[in-house]
DNA sequence: GATGAATGAGTCTTCATTCAT
DNA sequence: GATGAATGAAGACTCATTCAT
């Protein structure tokens, strides 16, 4: 079951999900796709199962009960950012199931709990730093920076050393522009 | 020829690439697939036909010539984002093709000129308002400007009325806040 | 479409309707599976269409329209008998739609219309010869006799010349013998 | 063992011989798919012992060597019909291996006991109540008696109360009416 | 140039059967 | 003898692509 998610996320990421075939996937587990289907009852299952990986270490890591009290800004989005990016590289397909700024809808039951995580992160984020807007704008606010967070992923994940460094300082700068703007 | 584009522009929209299929765009371009494939070879090349399509109506309409000297910032995102919104409200499987913050490979090739368009208005942007900055620092920032306004496509599209202007003033606001900070 | 039907016909009749594939029909009909499935969106529609053409072909004969009035009970299964005995060694394939005492619940749907006919036969036949009983008595009626035409359905095909003939007769006669006792 | 044929009595009542799967049995056994086989080669097997419990049950229940000398056609039919069908009502997969009208190729064989049994009872009334006929019309006699009453099995098992005796009351007629026509 | 039926490799999925433990 | 995970061939079905008309 561990070799089929770790098979899953690994052609995920190299082909998405569309493309991913559950015989390639049971192929690179080292098992036969009838194997494959003891474990998942079908493709979807096998992202949904995925997804839930991902939300468990997530979990496991402390980032959904990072502390966000009482910090500037700057802080809150370190806390933030710099575990999603640890983990979004080192985990592979990550990207495939969370970062696509327009979630195909075979894909968006499977990931809901994903995308939930992330979400209450940065609605926390936003809470803490703008308590004065009601809550549509909050939420709006919200969506904002989580798309702006999903659409940096893939190119943070794609670089390396200084680069991705480099990217991810950008990212920080635009969460922290942004959420310095909505605030008013 | 025409009326593929629209076709596959609708199907597109509506599937996302990889689920579309192309005897779908056929029908609804109410011709055979026969027909269809008298114009394009296969259907990475309606992709990229299409892609093309929205670069020269990005042409026609002015975008890639837009003057970007002496404004404000706030005045260059408005003559940018909002052309930029207004076309991809009024096209819909552009988002498809190009508000993909991940690209998967097959479409990479087909989908590079209409980067490139945007790309382009992108870094003048940044020239103009963070001259300063080396050729790879603005490079870079273009690139975090683009994702960010690839992020946020798809939900403006998706929004109407008061909710998709509202994104769009947020779109703004984050652009703003980012290109600032980056300029220091 | 005749030809999968036919092939259909063939490979139902030869392996009986689960174990026919339809790659196999597709073969006997000389044609690819996916030309096979522009015709028939699954094996199910096949068995359902076969079915149709079969009560069509009852139809034409004038198999349904068959006048049953004013006769005795032997012209009366002469004239209901004998064109079915005919139909079903004419047609291969219809006994696995039509002649299983015990219709397997995928089968139930596809093949009802096909019941429907041939019931209605039966039932006219039963208020013809047994008006005398209530409704419930005549529909009972009727299905023992649907249920002893199916019975002998199969190896009156199976058999051939004198023989077939002779079953023929015999399946006569338990008809006359059971709907005489059971008129009273 | 005896849970297997438990098992597969159900799972063949349930869904038919086909559509029933050696894993389904050997869950509903309490058991895994390896220990199945460890009694049976292959699911045919397990038809085929499940036939020959079915004829060891008739034995001990001593159907088939129910007397059938001196009696009348009516009271013959009783000794052998009722049982036949108490017996069917009892054993659940029972219908399935015996009680199709049209035997499919992999399960002839393994039947073939089963079918003998109970073709040997309706020989043994066949030849008591008609004597005066040949070998050949004797068999042919019986053969249509048989496929009278599987025909009638079905729908018996599938009734209940005050229906299925009045479905049984009709076979008996139906088989009197043509015992008693059968023997001119 | 248009057609649309035909293709067939490839996809997901199932299941009778095996075998290392 | 029991297990149950593993197998892999095969089935239903899809779809990008072709080609005879």
Redesign the interface.
């Known amino acids: 079951m561990v070799a089929i998610l770790d098979a899953a996320a690994d052609v995920f990421a190299e082909?998405?999900y569309?493309?991913a075939t559950t015989n390639a996937i049971a192929a690179k587990a080292g098992m036969s796709p009838g194997s494959l289907y003891q474990f998942f009852g079908n493709k979807e299952a096998i992202a949904a199962a995925l997804a839930e990986r991902f939300v468990a270490r997530m979990h496991a890591s402390g980032f959904d009960t990072i502390d966000v009290t009482g910090l500037s800004l700057a802080e809150l989005l370190d806390r933030i950012i710099d575990p999603l990016v640890t983990f979004n590289v080192a985990n592979p397909g990550l990207?495939?199931l969370f970062?696509?700024?327009?979630t195909?809808e075979k894909l968006a039951a499977a990931t809901l709990p994903l995308h939930r995580v992330v979400s209450s992160r940065v609605e926390a984020i936003v809470a803490a730093c703008a308590p004065g807007l009601s809550a549509t704008d909050q939420a709006?606010?919200a969506?904002?920076a989580l798309?702006?967070a999903?659409?940096?992923?893939?190119?943070i994940v794609s670089a390396t050393g200084q680069?991705r460094e480099?990217?991810v300082a950008?990212?920080k700068?635009?969460l922290?522009?942004?959420?310095?703007?909505?605030n008013v």
Do not use: F, N, W
């Not at 999903?150 to 190119?155: D, H, S, T, V």
């Not at 922290?176 to 909505?182: D, I, K, N, R």
């Open positions: 082909r998405g569309e493309p990207k495939t970062a696509s700024t327009d195909p709006r606010c969506l904002v798309q702006i999903k659409g940096m992923i893939p190119p680069e480099a990217l950008e990212l700068k635009a922290h522009g942004y959420l310095t703007q909505a």
